[in-house]
């Protein structure tokens, strides 16, 4: 048998009910951090039930910022997730997860308390 790796992906997409402040910028504060413990929550959560589950490890916020020019009642979310890839396996289906993800989420439009910007999930392998 092959050895299993780890793998990662980016997940990124926009809240629009959560208004983006400079503690969100600073990984120390508290706000930042209960913010990324509820997210990490919300994304193992909704990946633990996707296709990937059975080999999906965790999901981990890096990020939370603003897009210049953009409303500041918005929080873009970057987080990096892990999945253990067998050798034999094919590489990560991005188009059937963001379907997953997206169906999960309503559309795109919700995740637990969060409103989500409907055109802003990315994922990518």
């Not at 253990?84 to 308390?113: C, F, M, W």
């Amino acid at each position: 048998t092959t050895a299993a790796t780890l793998e990662c992906f980016t997940v990124n997409f926009t809240i629009t009910n959560l208004p983006y402040t400079s503690d969100l910028k600073n990984p120390d504060s508290s706000k930042f951090r209960a913010t990324r413990r509820v997210m990490n929550t919300l994304l193992d959560r909704l990946l633990k039930g996707s296709s990937i589950g059975p080999v999906f490890q965790g999901c981990e916020t890096t990020e939370f910022r603003y897009e210049p020019g953009s409303d500041r009642d918005e929080t873009r979310v970057d987080a990096v997730c892990t999945y253990s890839k067998e050798a034999s396996a094919a590489p990560l289906d991005r188009v059937g997860l963001y379907h997953q993800v997206s169906n999960k989420t309503r559309g795109i439009t919700q995740l637990g308390p969060y409103s989500l910007d409907k055109d802003s999930l990315y994922i990518n392998g």
